[in-house]
Structure formats: structure tokens, C-alpha cells
């Protein structure tokens, strides 16, 4: 079954920056397939971020605040990357990458985000 294991959460100042990764736990390749980020703060629903097709192209949610995330991915090395700037107290989440393979959705445990001075 397939594994996506997200990276790079932690704790960082507002206004830092962090990059996180998803890939996938056996080596099973993404390359194919979209991806999503997703991220649910305490107390809230889960909410999309981006996402990125098989060739690259990002799409987001109508949201200024996502301007401050960019997301790529690198076949290469079978991995999606989330890269997050100018971080605010109000990003604090668990952040999830997600992939659906024939109708099926697949999720990664999460990576903790937490923005504090």
C-alpha cells in the first residue's frame, strides 16, 4: 500500500521559512500522478493549499495568503517539495500531502508546522 511521508515541519519565527517534502515511504514513484498539499490547524477544517500535475503546473485556491507558498517537484528525486515564506502565527497546522491513484485518495501522517516567536 502506498506510504506518502511528509518532512521539514518544525517550529520557526514569524516571518521564517520552511520547505517541506512529500515523498513516498517504499519508493513507489509519483511522478505520474498529481499532488496536493493540504493543512488543518487545531480546532479547524482541513484545507487545500496547491496543487501540482504530473507536469509541473500549480494551481491554488483563491487566496492571497497563499501567495506565500510555492510548490514544485522533482521527479528526479520522487519528491514534491512546499515551500513556505514569510510564515505567520495563523500557518500553524499539521500539513498533509495527498495523491489520488484510481479513485482511491492516499494521505501522508503530517508534518507540524508551528509559527512562534
Known amino acids: 500500500q502506498l506510504q506518502l511521508v511528509e518532512s521539514g515541519g518544525g517550529l520557526v519565527q514569524p516571518g521564517g521559512s520552511l520547505r517541506l517534502s512529500c515523498t513516498t515511504a517504499?519508493?513507489?514513484?509519483?511522478?505520474?500522478?498529481?499532488i496536493n498539499w493540504f493543512r488543518q490547524a487545531p480546532g479547524k477544517e482541513r484545507e487545500g493549499i496547491a496543487c501540482i500535475s504530473s507536469s509541473g503546473k500549480v494551481t491554488k485556491p483563491d487566496d492571497s495568503a497563499k501567495g506565500r507558498f510555492t510548490m514544485s517537484r522533482d521527479n528526479a528525486k520522487n519528491t514534491v517539495y512546499l515551500q513556505m515564506n514569510s510564515l505567520k502565527a495563523e500557518d500553524t497546522a499539521v500539513y498533509y500531502c495527498?495523491?489520488?491513484?484510481?479513485?482511491?485518495?492516499?494521505w501522508g501522517q503530517g508534518t507540524q508546522v508551528t509559527v512562534s516567536s
Open positions: 517504499s519508493g513507489e514513484p509519483l511522478d505520474t500522478y498529481a
Open positions: 495527498h495523491v489520488i491513484i484510481v479513485w482511491r485518495p492516499y
